[in-house]
């Protein structure tokens, strides 16, 4: 059981360049989610999926873009990457919505020059 | 407008010594709240849940206190060791249907 999975670890980005941030889980969750982590601002929601197929917007969205098109998988796009988007980003999945325990995977760090 | 506080100042006390956390928040009527520990370049680990109507909870070493008066949760570690030495974060929700949404977090640095 490897949990919740992200790839890559790390990745430098030039302004302008697209990548897709891989997340999977193997545990049958619903619910997955995208956050990012900056300096003294906590984690901060970007997208979530409640189900194959079923997504919707958290409170960053802006320059993201995600598909839910299987339970284990949730892969987040960054479409035209900016400096302000160089950050840490976490995946996190859950059996339910809010009172469940999430299950963070070990984050891919992003640097966008 | 919506704020979730911890002390964005490192916490440093002696092992063996009690840490105690705060995580205080304001515009928001969770229903619960979370705490989570996070390692340096690790995703956050799960700790704790207590419940609108729970005013204490205990795991171990760990007790956590929510006084939805004060609009506050308090997190200790009691017989803090060097290996509790981590970033400690509180997330809160304000119904079951709602996602989470996290505080700063607090460095816990507990020295030999």
């Known amino acids: 059981n490897a949990g919740v999975t992200q790839t890559p670890k790390f990745q430098v980005l030039k302004t302008g360049q697209s990548m897709t941030l891989q997340c999977a889980q193997d545990?049958?969750?619903?619910?997955m989610s995208w956050y990012r982590q900056d300096p003294g601002m906590g984690l901060r929601l970007i997208h979530y999926s409640v189900g194959a197929g079923i997504t919707d917007q958290g409170e960053v969205p802006n320059g993201y873009n995600v598909s839910r098109s299987t339970t284990e998988d949730f892969p987040l796009r960054l479409l035209s990457a900016a400096p302000s988007q160089t950050s840490v980003y976490f995946c996190?999945?859950?059996?339910?919505?809010?009172?469940?325990?999430?299950?963070f995977g070990p984050g891919t760090r992003l640097l966008v020059l | 407008s919506q704020k979730i506080e911890q002390n964005s100042e490192a916490l440093n006390i002696q092992e063996g010594k009690t840490a105690t956390l705060t995580c205080n928040y304001t515009n928001y009527s969770p229903a619960y709240l979370q705490w989570y520990r996070q390692d340096p370049g690790r995703g956050p680990v799960f700790l704790l849940l207590i419940r609108e109507n729970e005013k204490e909870k205990r795991k171990e070493r760990l007790k956590v206190t929510f006084d939805t008066t004060l609009k506050q949760s308090l997190f200790h570690i009691t017989a803090s060791q060097p290996a509790d030495s981590a970033t400690y974060l509180c997330a809160l929700g304000e119904n079951a249907g709602n996602m989470l949404t996290f505080g700063g977090g607090t460095r816990l640095m507990v020295k030999p």
């Open positions: 996190a999945s859950s059996y339910g919505l809010g009172r469940e325990t999430q299950y």
């Open positions: 545990m049958n969750h619903e619910y």
